[in-house]
């Protein structure tokens, strides 16, 4: 190969990594847009129940005179949900330089690669009627690993608690939005964060907004529990049952990918295993590193996660009332040494000939059906598994891309529960235990309409390869 082919190739794969680079940054500045524009659509939520209640009649003006208190309200819960968020965004430590021109995804287009940006709907942050799903497809970079390992480590003791305390943003009397406020609680960040410099964003990035402040319940709140009870300690009992004599000198390993906010992997941990909770969301990513690196006690911040529907709401008061996060200080919580949250798509990542055979467990709950091809995701999970490694999972069938109709490029196969099963036989697992656990997920509990799955909760066991077991019997 001659030098000049040899400088070409490197050229090109320089451009394609600038490339891939760009369109990562402009996929996270669309997610940043998409938190700072949280409290700009909601106001327009409002204003438009008033406007709705300015053309009633005036004898049923008369008889829901109490609406117009009720819109304030609302104002000034958004207004609080929006304080948490700006402090959360302000802690943010991009991975990505977000300063560098983006302007060459509008003039360049990969011809090498089949990666996606964030500019689908996928259904992974709907309303808590249609879907449970939290694995955004929002991003993902060329090097989903360099990523990982650009993103914070939690461990314990080695926490960054430095939280940031807020005041609360005003209201006018008029009724305006907090969003005339957002200057001055951005003063003094960087300028990726200044409010001007934000584009316009689509509804539905606002809606995965809301979403990660019912996820924040699910995860971090008191009112969290019973979810939580419901989908987390199966799974942390049956982690105990499998491993009753864990070392603190040489603890076992956990793999969580789907992470979410990292709850479920924060108590992994602190049942002695070294865990690692995989998450490909930024939305979600920027929020978890929030709560577990800047978090200073118990109960710091007090969200709204239930105002932006008025629908089957039992009360005006149950809609509008307070939630308290988090429940436990996670740096207090007693985590093992080796706690860590890694960002990147969970295929791109542990598809890694490294990573074979390296963890004693892996947990999916609610995880199994956002793949494309839930055939590779039980694949790479076979691989990951040391031989008599054990996957314990819970969740349903719902397909995270089966309504993505009319795409070319995007595939989704769907396969029933038998054939599930069927297929991790085919990769060397057996089924040990085997149940289905009623289980909702981010659902209001005050709310007149409970969506609830009939989850499969299994734990299949990989059997120990052929070779490992001649060589075993040979020595």
Known sequence: MSMMSIGSEEEEELRRRKL?????????????????????????????????????????????????QKFQQLRWCISENSVFIFQMLQAFDPPLNMSQDIDICEHEKLKTTNKHYGEKDARSCQSEEKSHHHSIDEAKSVDEKDVA????????????????????????????????????????????????????????????????IRNIVRDWAPEGKIERDQCYKPILEELESQFPNRSAGSPPSCLVPGAGLGRLALEISCLGFVCQGNEFSYYMMICSSYILNYTQVAGEWTIYPWIHSNCNALSDRDQLRPVSMPDIHPASAGITEGFSMCGGDFVEVYKDPSQAGTWDAVVT???????????????????LLKDGGVWINLGPLLYHFADMYGQEDEMSVELSLEEVKRVAFHYGFELEKEKTIEATYTTNPRSMMQNRYFAAFWTMRKKASRVAVETQATT
């Open 20 to 68: 891939d680079e760009a369109l990562e940054v402009k996929s996270l500045r669309r997610i940043i847009s998409a938190y700072l524009n949280y409290p700009e659509a909601s106001e327009e939520d409002v204003k438009r129940y008033e406007l709705s209640f300015q053309k009633l009649p005036l004898s049923h003006k008369a008889l829901l005179s109490h609406l117009p």
């Open 149 to 212: 390992r650009r993103l914070p480590e939690v461990k314990e003791n080695k926490l960054n608690v430095t939280g940031i305390n807020g005041e609360s943003l005003s209201v006018d009397d008029a009724g305006g939005s907090c969003v005339k406020n957002m200057q001055q609680e951005f003063s003094s960040s960087p300028d990726w964060l200044d409010p001007s410099l934000q584009s316009h964003v689509p509804m539905v990035d606002v809606d995965k907004v809301r979403c990660i």
């Open 365 to 383: 709950c609610f995880f199994i059906d956002t793949a494309h091809n839930i055939v590779e995701y039980i694949e790479i999970i076979s691989k």
